[in-house]
Nanobody, 121 residues
Framework: QPQLVESGGGLVQPGGSLRLSCVASGFTLNYYALGWFRQVPGEEREPLSCISGRDDIRDYEESVKGRFTISRDNAKKTVYLQMNSLKPEDTAQYYC??????????????WGQGTQVTVSS
């Protein structure tokens, strides 16, 4: 029953922007940190960002720091990833995740199905 559903992926030109959304259901969102991973075929899943519901503390991988912004709206049961200044190397399948707050997206309990982001001219 716990479910995460991503949306907002697509094709965008280098330097463009995209906003991903992930709607959660089937679990109490306030008890979970929410975040985003991405994966290129043949490579390991890469953690990108995580946001704590307790204090809205935000963590980012260095490669996206300053370009991506994570946010959450517990009332809407949604986590967002605003992606700006996109680069071709950002092309990947993007997944939202949920973990207990203390783990800050490490070893997530729940995963979404993913949404494809392609950055190309």
């Amino acid at each position: 029953q716990p479910q995460l559903v991503e949306s907002g992926g697509g094709l965008v030109q280098p330097g463009g922007s995209l906003r991903l959304s992930c709607v959660a259901s089937g679990f109490t969102l306030n008890y979970y940190a929410l975040g985003w991973f991405r994966q290129v075929p043949g490579e390991e899943r890469e953690p990108l960002s995580c946001i704590s519901g307790r204090d809205d503390i935000r963590d980012y991988e260095e490669s996206v720091k300053g370009r991506f912004t994570i946010s959450r709206d517990n009332a809407k049961k949604t986590v967002y990833l605003q992606m700006n200044s996109l680069k071709p190397e950002d092309t990947a399948q993007y997944y939202c995740v949920a973990s207990p707050l203390i783990r800050m997206c490490m070893d997530p309990d729940y995963w979404g199905q993913g949404t494809q982001v392609t950055v190309s001219s």
